[in-house]
């Protein structure tokens, strides 16, 4: 009973120390201090530094020629990611690139695009992949979802587009079908620095958007493809540094676990399938239990219910579409 | 109190375990959660053949349990020759690991984690506490029982003349459903200079035709080792199975009643 009590006294030293953290909690896409709008920043590596606060994560790579950012978070909370931007360098804003349309990494298109300018003095370049510009705007004589002055202004169609800003190059990959239909990453190669968009969280499931494209094999390619550019300096660790589209700064072993994770629970829900397994069943199998504590939510946008339905719809069998 | 030097370990505490290495199966005294469980009765080993986790390292909460020997270091400012850290070089996997001594505050929550995480140190009396926060994902035991990058430690080093005793609290809110309390002791070298301080390491193809979406595992229910460690030791499945229970001398009792394993059938 001694060594019970020793580690009760302890328990109490760790619960003053690390006070909530010692609770169960839940995990939304989006932790508390992510969509907080008290916009943060963090000097990842080189060029590059991390704005947590304004919904998804935001890179802004700032230098001599000016200022590009990856995502622009909530529209709620343009303003204040424009001021966080301006505390890093009050060089002109000329490129935003975004991993893909939803509005916690576009909201700010309209605002920050307009604050700042291409070179020619047109409103900032904002790059994306078409189909995100497909996602935001609409046939003429549509209403769009979006306004236009937030439309991507430079799609780009096929693999990849690159370009070279503030002495470095920068990579923009399209990996198909994974959060969406129109996922880029973005290598910053001198920083050596990965923005990885919403393929990759820290802090929840994947969220695998099958109404606009996604698809869990998708995810586990974009993670892979991650891994592929990722270099740790040693052993395992440091090196390319990556940004989570929610979440926390990673590496390539972060990326690992992460990558492991998807991989094993798609496994499974795909022999479940095999088994003739229903939606109900597999979600009765508890399949995720070993990760749910950690990305799991019974609450919030998206649940570890939602999860297993995305990758039990997207690996089941397709049937064929009836004949109009 | 001065830790300087270089420290090696004596192994007569939970000698099999951290040696030889634990047997699939054995989480005796671990206070798992059914998740950490179901995450190591899924694991396979060849998860190490993987190029990417060849080379991961033991995080701090586990790397003082194994084969390594460590070199203890003070940090000062040149100025005031107040300690600023105190280093240690761990030879298993080249670690350098810094505990903080200037009472700087822990990193926010979205920067990044490390093998060794971040560690702030205090002394209370000659005792060395030091909190250690941003963790990676590893393990709690090598043989598949995860550990999260939520985990956290409280450690106390405790010098006795030339002996250290480490003392580690480890708190993982995922996979631990009580802390995990260890105690490792080291013998100070006071002839130095001998022996490999290095660890290099670099990955190979083990697999080469592995598909790159490929992750060894196994489904839950099918690995070929369920139940063998109990069986073999001849001791319930139950208590190998761990759990906050097994931790404590009341379950002594409990053990005596409980059935030995049986043989395990291997699922087809």
Redesign the interface.
């Known amino acids: 009973?001694r060594?019970?009590a020793?580690?009760a006294a302890?328990?109490l030293?760790?619960a003053v120390?690390?006070g909530a953290?010692?609770?169960?909690?839940e995990h939304p896409v989006t932790?508390a201090?992510?969509a907080s709008g008290d916009i943060?920043s963090?000097h990842v590596q080189g060029n590059v530094h991390?704005l947590?606060g304004a919904g998804g994560?935001i890179a802004v790579q700032a230098g001599d020629e000016g200022v590009l950012i990856v995502d622009t978070g909530l529209p709620q909370f343009a303003e204040k990611t424009l001021a966080a931007i301006r505390k890093l360098s009050d060089k002109p804003i000329r490129y935003i690139i975004n991993t893909h349309f939803h509005s916690d990494h576009t909201g700010g298109n309209e605002v920050i695009g307009k604050a700042g300018s291409t070179i020619q003095g047109n409103p900032t370049a904002i790059i994306a992949h078409e189909n995100v510009l497909k996602r935001m705007s609409a046939p003429t004589g549509e209403v769009s979802p979006t306004p236009v002055a937030a439309w991507p202004t430079s799609s780009y169609v096929k693999g990849s587009r690159d370009f070279f800003f503030n002495d470095e190059s920068v990579m923009v990959f399209h990996d198909d079908a994974g959060h969406t239909d129109g996922d880029s990453i973005v290598h910053f190669r001198r920083s050596d620095v990965l923005m990885a968009g919403d393929v990759f969280l820290?802090t929840s499931y994947p969220v695998i958007d099958l109404a606009n494209g996604g698809g869990v094999?998708g995810v586990?390619?974009g993670l892979?493809h991650l891994?592929d550019l990722a270099v740790?300096k040693?052993?395992?660790?440091?090196g390319t540094?990556i940004i989570s589209g929610h979440?926390?700064?990673?590496?390539?072993?972060?990326v690992?676990?992460y990558?492991?994770m998807v991989?094993?629970v798609r496994?499974?829900i795909k022999?479940a399938i095999g088994r003739g397994r229903t939606l109900d069943q597999v979600k009765a199998?508890r399949?995720t239990?070993?990760?749910?504590?950690?990305y799991g939510s019974q609450t919030g946008n998206w649940t570890t219910a939602m999860f297993i339905e995305a990758i039990y719809k997207d690996l089941s069998p397709k049937r064929p579409e009836s004949r109009k | 109190m001065i830790l300087t030097g270089e420290w090696s370990p004596r192994y007569h505490e939970d000698q099999p375990d951290r040696i030889p290495g634990p047997e699939l199966g054995d989480y005796t005294g671990l206070p798992l959660?059914?998740?950490?469980r179901?995450?190591a009765d899924?694991w396979s080993a060849s998860?190490l053949t993987?190029p990417?986790?060849q080379?991961?390292?033991h995080i701090a909460p586990y790397i003082y349990r194994g084969p390594m020997r460590f070199r203890a270091w003070e940090e000062k400012d040149p100025q005031t020759q107040r300690t600023i850290a105190i280093k240690h070089y761990i030879n298993t996997?080249?670690?350098e690991r810094t505990i903080w001594m200037d009472g700087r505050a822990h990193p926010?929550?979205?920067?990044?984690?490390?093998?060794q995480g971040f560690s702030t140190g205090e002394w209370q009396g000659d005792i060395l506490v030091v909190?250690t926060?941003h963790i990676?994902?590893e393990w709690i035991r090598r043989n598949g029982v995860?550990n999260?990058?939520?985990s956290?430690m409280?450690e106390h080093f405790i010098r006795h003349g030339n002996v250290l005793t480490h003392n580690v609290?480890w708190?993982d809110?995922?996979?631990l459903t009580?802390?995990l309390?260890r105690a490792e002791e080291f013998v100070l070298n006071e002839k130095s200079g001998g022996g490999d301080w290095l660890w290099p390491?670099e990955y190979v193809e083990e697999v080469a035709e592995r598909p790159?979406?490929?992750?060894p595992?196994f489904?839950?229910g099918k690995s070929p080792y369920l139940g063998d460690f109990a069986y073999r030791y001849g001791i319930p499945i139950d208590a190998a199975n761990g759990g906050a229970e097994t931790m404590?001398?009341e379950y002594m009792e409990k053990l005596r009643k409980l059935p030995k394993a049986p043989k395990p059938v291997v699922q087809p």
């Open positions: 009973m060594h019970r020793a580690v302890l328990t030293i760790g120390v690390f953290r010692l609770q169960m909690q932790p201090w992510g943060q963090l991390l947590v994560n820290t094999q586990i390619n892979n891994l740790p040693h052993a395992q660790e440091g540094y979440g926390r700064v990673a590496d390539e072993a972060d690992l676990e990558r492991d991989t094993i496994d499974r022999d199998e399949l239990i070993d990760y749910d504590r950690h | 959660t059914e998740g950490a179901v995450a899924t998860r993987v990417e986790h080379c991961k390292v996997y080249e670690q926010p929550e979205w920067a990044p984690h490390t093998w909190t926060t990676k994902s995860p999260s990058d939520q956290m409280i609290y708190v809110p995922v996979y009580e802390p309390v390491c790159r979406d490929e992750v595992h489904l839950p404590y001398p």
